[in-house]
């Protein structure tokens, strides 16, 4: 099996966990769009649910798919979030942001009961830091804020430079919500928790991929099979 069969094994295996009735958050990125793919199938047999994407690329799949769909004003509460990773720690602490979705994906993972996370084995870690952390910036003064995040890196012990995230066309990567991306390249982050704090206090940062006490399952799946943790309480 290649990385691609494992991402959609951890769909399918959380998917499981969807009941009749549930409002789902269904997240960005390769991971999610398999269990996308995989609920849309299941509500063309006849599950009912409704959905709250987190990015217009997701809307646009669930859709194509028949997914019914809501939005957090209208459905401020969610059952369970469905998302992918970039890193996952064993404390199920998270890089996100790869995709570029990190404040909506955020946002839903906060507004729902619990949020379980698809992975291939590749992306289980004993450490977070190796995959750059994306942080989500306003345009304004980005070269300011690039060097406040990376004193406030310095700072918690995670140095390294940040990048400003540009698309195939050269151009500054612009989220949904019309935000800049600094990728930090840290390689460790030893306390994701300090780091977190830290940039959450620099004006010009609006959100930052490091999610910490959100996710409560992992579903990793790789060549020994797919292993659900679940986080105690």
Known sequence: MNTDDYKRQAAARALEFVEPGMRLGLGTGSTAAHFVDLLGARVRAG?????????QTTRAQAE???VTLTTLDDTPELDLTVDGADEVAPDLSLIKGGGGALLCEKIVAAASARMIVIADHSKWVALLGHFPLPVEVVPFGVAATRRAVEAAAAEADAPGPAQLRRGQDGHPFVTDSGHFILDAALQRIPRPDVLAARLAGIPGVVEHGLFIGLARTAVIAGPEGVDVIEMPG
């Not at 599950?47 to 990015?55: A, E, F, K």
Request: hydrophobic share 40%.
């Open 47 to 55: 599950l009912d649910v409704v959905g709250v994407p987190t990015s």
């Open 64 to 66: 194509r798919l028949g």
